[in-house]
C-alpha cells in the first residue's frame, strides 16, 4: 500500500487532538477474528513495516515539550502546534490489541529521533525515544541552560524522551538521570583530560584552577 494521504486515513478511524499528516507507505501482514470491534481488535495479530514521508504531527510541538520538561524558560522553537518531518519509519508486530512500535526512526530539519514502545488500542502510550538535536537547536537551548551546555557533545545534545499517558491526553517527560549521566561523563572526561595535561607537563596548576572554576561556572552560573 504506497501513497495514502494519513491524515483523512486516520480521521475516518478515530479523532484525538494529535493527528499525522503526509504521505505513507505500508506493508502489513494481518490476521484476526470476531464480529465486535473489541473482539476483532483483541484477536488482531500480524507485523509489517510502515514510513510517512514529509509530513507533520499536528496538535504537539515535541521541541516545545522538551524545552518545557527541562524548565527552560524563554525559548520557541518552530510552530507551536506542530512538529514537522521528513520521514517517519518503523517495524510494527500487533498482538492482543497493543502495536508494539519496533525501530522507530523519525528525521527532521531540527531533530533526528530513534527508539520504540507500544501504543495500545485503548489509546495508551508508552513510547522512549532518543532526540539527537540539532546544533543550531542544542545552542539555542544550551544558552538557556548551564546543565544543557556541559551536557553537549560535539556541540549537539542528545535527550532521553519518554512519552506517556494516553492519545488523548499524551505526557511528555525527559529522563533527568540520563541527562545527569552525560553531564558526568563530560566531567569525568574534563578531569581525565586536565590529568594527563599535568603528567606529560602541558597543563600548569594555575591553569587547572582556573579551568576548574570555569567548569564550576558551567554548571552552576556562577
Known amino acids: ?13 478515530a479523532e484525538t487532538p494529535i493527528s499525522i499528516s503526509g504521505t505513507a507507505g505500508a506493508d502489513l501482514s494481518l490476521q484476526g477474528r470476531g464480529f465486535s470491534m473489541p473482539d476483532l481488535t483483541k484477536a488482531l495479530e500480524g507485523t509489517g513495516h510502515m514510513a510517512v514521508k514529509d509530513g507533520k504531527i499536528e496538535g504537539v510541538n515535541l521541541l516545545q515539550e522538551v524545552v518545557s520538561a527541562l524548565k527552560v524558560a524563554g525559548i ?5 502546534k506542530a512538529t514537522a518531518f521528513s520521514t517517519i ?12 512500535v519496533q525501530r522507530l526512526l523519525m528525521d527532521s530539519h531540527d531533530f533526528q529521533a530513534t527508539g520504540g514502545g507500544t501504543i495500545g488500542f485503548d489509546q ?5 525515544v532518543n532526540l539527537n538535536l540539532s546544533q543550531d537547536v ?6 538557556a541552560s548551564p546543565v544543557v551546555k556541559i551536557a553537549l557533545k560535539d556541540g549537539r545534545l ?31 572526561k574534563k578531569v581525565e583530560e586536565a590529568v594527563d595535561g ?25
Do not use: C, H
Not at 520557541?76 to 507551536?80: I, T, V
Not at 495508551?124 to 522512549?128: I, S, T, V
Open 1 to 13: 500500500m504506497q501513497g495514502l494521504q494519513l491524515g483523512p486515513a486516520l480521521n475516518a478511524v
Open 89 to 100: 519509519e518503523t517495524d510494527l508486530a500487533i498482538k492482543q490489541g497493543v502495536i508494539n
Open 198 to 222: 599535568l603528567l606529560k607537563g602541558t597543563t600548569k596548576p594555575e591553569d587547572l584552577q582556573k579551568e576548574g572554576k570555569e567548569l564550576l561556572k558551567g554548571l552552576f552560573g556562577r
Open 76 to 80: 520557541s522553537l518552530g510552530d507551536a
Open 158 to 188: 542528545s535527550l532521553p524522551l519518554t512519552i506517556t499517558g494516553t492519545t488523548q491526553a499524551p505526557s511528555y517527560g525527559v529522563d533527568v538521570k540520563g541527562l545527569t549521566g552525560k553531564v558526568q561523563e563530560q566531567v569525568k
Open 138 to 143: 542544542s545552542q539555542k537551548i544550551a544558552v
Open 124 to 128: 495508551r502510550l508508552n513510547l522512549a
